[in-house]
């Protein structure tokens, strides 16, 4: 069954500081995983994309990486800003499937 | 452009009634999912279109869960006879459908049943 993981379940920082979210999955074949950021009350916005050739990619602050190998995935975020407060979901798709897998987020709270 | 519009944002409705939820997906975007996401839980997947294939219906909790797709436009997910369980908010994405697209959501309609 094809599962994502993700951990902490919730943290909190204090803004200027760095964080690093994980993300464990067993969706099989792979294709792609992507992170998406939920704002409160909003619906999820792509952050960045991963396909298997891929270990590292940055998008500003935040910087994705991915090891194929462990099935694992992070996304750090560099210089946290009150704005970055939200909840983060690891989603992966499979190559058999138009029917992504999603985590059930880390919810980031990013205090001044 | 104009992106994913769901309506209402805001659905309050008494335990036994009927609710439909509406979305208009970006236009050219050919597949389009529905979400139900609880209090704090994750995205729980409802159902898929793609075009004018048959729809994915797996997510579907039960049978008084439905939706239709007319081509390419607009959705409408109904829940008949809702149930306090049914209180969540609905989102719905939709996507150019090939293969490394990200899916676009709307903001959700938020159900609450009494």
Same mark, same amino acid.
Request: charged residues 10%; negative net charge.
């Given at each position: 069954k094809n599962q994502v993981e993700q951990s902490p379940q919730s943290l909190i920082i204090l803004e200027g500081k760095n964080c690093t979210l994980q993300c464990n999955y067993t969706? !099989?074949?792979?294709s792609n995983l992507r992170w998406y950021k939920q704002d409160t009350g909003r619906g999820p916005v792509s952050l960045t994309i991963m396909t298997f050739s891929e270990n590292t990619k940055s998008n500003g602050r935040y910087t994705a990486t991915l090891d194929a190998d462990t099935k694992q995935s992070s996304l750090h975020i560099?210089? !946290?800003q009150l704005s970055d407060s939200a909840s983060y979901i690891c989603v992966v798709s499979s190559g058999g499937s138009y029917i992504p897998t999603f985590g059930r987020g880390t919810s980031l709270i990013v205090h001044p | 452009g104009a992106g994913v519009s769901q309506s209402p944002s805001n659905k309050v409705t008494e335990k036994g009634k009927d609710v439909e939820l509406r979305c208009d997906p970006i236009s050219g975007h050919t597949a389009l999912y529905w979400y139900r996401q609880r209090l704090g839980q994750g995205l729980e997947f409802l159902i898929y279109f793609q075009g004018n294939s048959a729809p994915d219906k797996s997510g579907l909790p039960s049978d008084r869960f439905s939706a239709e797709r007319t081509g390419?436009?607009?959705s409408t997910l109904t829940i008949q006879r809702t149930q306090q369980e049914d209180s969540a908010v609905y989102l719905c994405a939709s996507s150019l459908a090939e293969g490394l697209k990200p899916l676009h959501f709307g903001n959700g309609t938020r159900l609450t049943v009494t």
């Open positions: 969706v !099989s074949p792979f560099t210089a !946290s | 390419e436009s607009v």
